[in-house]
C-alpha cells in the first residue's frame, strides 16, 4: 500500500476553530489530497472521518483511532480487538456523537439483513471500550428468540448524550400476544452514559420490519423515518415527528420515492431528506433528495451512478462520488452540487466509493471542510481530501 504522502499540518487548527460558516460551496475546489496507509470501504472495512475532521476510526480485523502528528502525517492513538460481539464485521452503520467523542457500533447488516438480535453498543474514544447499552441476553437468530427478548437497532444520535433507536419486541411472549406476527416498534431513548431506555412513541401499524431506516436532524428536534409496507401503499411512505409530538406525518408516498430507502439522513440545514439504497454492485447507490417542504424528490445526479453521498456541513449542498460505470469511456469522480437538484461540477477525477460499504448512509464532510474517499480502482489507499474556496 502507499504511504501517506500529504497530509496539512494544519487541520487541528482548522477543527479548533470551528466548522465554516457560509451556506454557499459554488466556490469550493480541492486544495490537497492525500494517500492514507490503510483499507477502508472493501472486505468490511472502514475509515469514518469525526464530524469536526480531528480523529479517524479505521475498522477492520482491528478498531483504531488516529489522530494527525505533528509532522503531518495521521498515527494510531489506540486499537483494540473487532471481536465478534461489537457487530462491527459490517461496519457500515456505525456513527460518530456529534460531539465526536463516541462511535454507535453498526446493526443494519446483522439486524436487518441477517435476522439476527443486536444491541445498541457504543465505543468510547477516550477509553477505546465499547458498552452495550441494551444488553437482553441473546444475540442469536429473531424467529429463535426467547421471551424476554427485544430487537434494538438502528441507532442515531439525538444529541451529543441521547440515542434513539427502534424496539421491537420479538420475543415469544410479546410475538404470540400480538395475535399476528411482531408488535409495532417503539421509538426508545437511551443515555450515552447508560441507564434505562425511554419510549417516546409506538409506531403503528410498523410490525414485520416495516421500519428500518431512521434520521434525526442537526438540532435533534425532527426524526424521519421510513414505513416499507408493499402490501398497504395508503400508509408506506416517508413520516416526520417533531420530538414531543406524539403524530407523525407522511411527508411523501412510497408511490413518489421509488424504492424504499435503506438509508436517510437531513441535510444541516433541515431542509431536505437524503434518501439512500437500494444498493446495486452493478449500477450503483440509488440516491434521492427529499424536499421536506413540497415533498418533492430528485435524483441525487440523473446522469452518473453514484456511489456515495455527503452533506455539506451547514446549508445542503451535496458532495458525492462516482466510478465511472455510467459510460465506458467517461471517468468517475468527486463532484459537488451547491443545492439538490442542482447538476454537479466535478471537483476531482477518479474512480472513487464511500470509505465504507455500501453507501448507504452519508460518508463524512466535515466541519474544517475535509473528507476521506475510498478507492474505487484498487480497493485499499483511501484518499483524504481537503475542500476549500
Not at 231 to 245: E, K
Request: charge should be negative; aromatic fraction near 6%; include cysteine.
Amino acid at each position: 500500500m502507499a504511504v501517506i504522502v500529504r497530509i496539512l499540518v494544519t487541520i487541528g487548527l482548522a477543527a479548533i476553530c470551528g466548522g465554516a460558516s457560509a451556506q454557499d460551496y459554488s466556490g469550493h475546489r480541492v486544495i490537497d489530497t492525500a494517500v492514507l496507509n490503510l483499507m477502508a470501504g472493501p472486505v468490511n472495512t472502514a475509515a469514518l472521518l469525526s464530524p469536526d475532521g480531528s480523529r479517524l476510526l479505521h475498522i477492520g480485523s482491528d478498531i483504531c483511532l488516529l489522530a494527525p502528528a505533528e509532522a503531518g502525517a495521521w498515527k494510531k492513538t489506540g486499537c483494540i480487538k473487532n471481536r465478534p460481539d461489537y457487530e462491527a464485521r459490517a461496519p457500515e452503520d456505525a456513527l460518530w456523537s456529534p460531539r465526536g467523542d463516541r462511535v454507535i457500533m453498526p446493526t443494519y447488516v446483522v439486524g436487518v439483513l441477517g435476522l439476527h438480535d443486536t444491541d445498541v453498543r457504543v465505543l468510547d474514544r477516550h477509553t477505546m471500550t465499547v458498552t452495550n447499552l441494551t444488553d437482553d441476553g441473546y444475540d442469536g437468530s429473531l424467529p429463535k428468540s426467547p421471551a424476554s427478548a427485544s430487537f434494538d437497532l438502528i441507532a442515531r444520535w439525538l444529541d451529543d448524550d441521547t440515542i434513539l433507536f427502534l424496539r421491537y419486541p420479538i420475543g415469544t411472549e410479546a410475538i404470540g400476544n400480538s395475535g399476528s406476527g411482531w408488535p409495532p416498534p417503539g421509538l426508545m431513548t437511551i443515555m450515552a452514559a447508560g441507564g434505562k431506555p425511554t419510549e417516546l412513541l409506538t409506531l403503528p401499524s410498523a410490525g414485520h420490519l416495516h421500519v428500518y431506516a431512521l434520521a434525526v436532524s442537526a438540532n435533534g428536534r425532527r426524526i424521519a423515518y421510513s414505513h416499507d409496507d408493499r402490501d398497504n401503499p395508503g400508509v408506506a411512505g416517508i413520516y416526520v415527528l417533531d420530538v414531543g409530538s406524539a403524530a407523525p406525518k407522511r411527508i411523501a408516498a412510497m408511490t413518489q420515492v421509488g424504492k424504499p430507502p435503506a438509508g436517510m439522513a437531513f441535510s444541516a440545514d433541515g431542509d431536505f431528506l437524503l434518501l439512500l439504497g437500494p444498493y446495486d454492485p452493478d449500477k450503483g447507490q440509488t440516491a434521492r433528495v427529499l424536499d421536506l417542504a413540497t415533498g418533492k424528490v430528485v435524483p441525487v445526479d440523473a446522469t452518473r451512478a453514484v456511489a456515495g453521498v455527503a452533506w455539506s456541513p451547514t446549508g445542503s449542498a451535496l458532495a458525492y462520488v462516482t466510478d465511472g460505470r455510467t459510460k465506458a469511456n467517461e471517468p468517475g469522480g468527486l463532484f459537488l452540487a451547491n443545492r439538490p437538484g442542482e447538476p454537479g461540477r466535478p471537483l476531482l477525477q477518479g474512480a472513487f466509493m464511500p470509505p465504507v460499504c455500501c453507501g448507504r448512509l452519508p460518508f463524512i464532510w466535515a466541519s474544517n471542510d475535509t473528507m476521506v474517499l475510498g478507492n474505487a480502482a484498487k480497493h485499499d489507499a483511501p484518499l483524504f481530501v481537503r475542500l476549500g474556496n
